[in-house]
Nanobody
Framework: QVHLMESGGGSVQSGGSLRLSCAAS????????MAWFRQAPGREREAVAGLYFRSSRANYADSVKGRFTISRDSARSTAYLQMDSLKPEDTAMYYC??????????????????WGQGTQVTVSS
């Protein structure tokens, strides 16, 4: 019921920045949490950042804390992931996800029922 579309991925050199966007449509008023996940070849999918809409609390993986910032617009139609000081190990396919009801932690992928198609981020050394 919630449809997501990511954009903003690309190729940058280490130390550069990218801003990912996630446009949401459908039953956006029921969204409780928006989150970004990523998956690199040969790696498991990992949670990068999550944002609780009611409290505006943001959570981050330790590997990106201090470098990435998750946010949303006032209309709650678009979520963003500002990525600064990018490193080669940040190279991955990045996915936007949304959940309405939840029973666990923000970083648990199985709680999210709506997913975007992904946008590729490549960081060269």
């Amino acid at each position: 019921q919630v449809h997501l579309m990511e954009s903003g991925g690309g190729s940058v050199q280490s130390g550069g920045s990218l801003r990912l966007s996630c446009a949401a449509s459908g039953s956006t008023g029921n969204i409780n949490t928006m989150a970004w996940f990523r998956q690199a070849p040969g790696r498991e999918r990992e949670a990068v950042a999550g944002l609780y809409f009611r409290s505006s609390r943001a959570n981050y993986a330790d590997s990106v804390k201090g470098r990435f910032t998750i946010s949303r617009d006032s209309a709650r139609s678009t979520a963003y992931l500002q990525m600064d000081s990018l490193k080669p190990e940040d190279t991955a396919m990045y996915y936007c996800a949304a959940r309405t009801d939840y029973w666990g932690e923000w970083y648990q992928a199985d709680q999210y029922k709506s997913w975007g198609q992904g946008t590729q981020v490549t960081v060269s050394s």
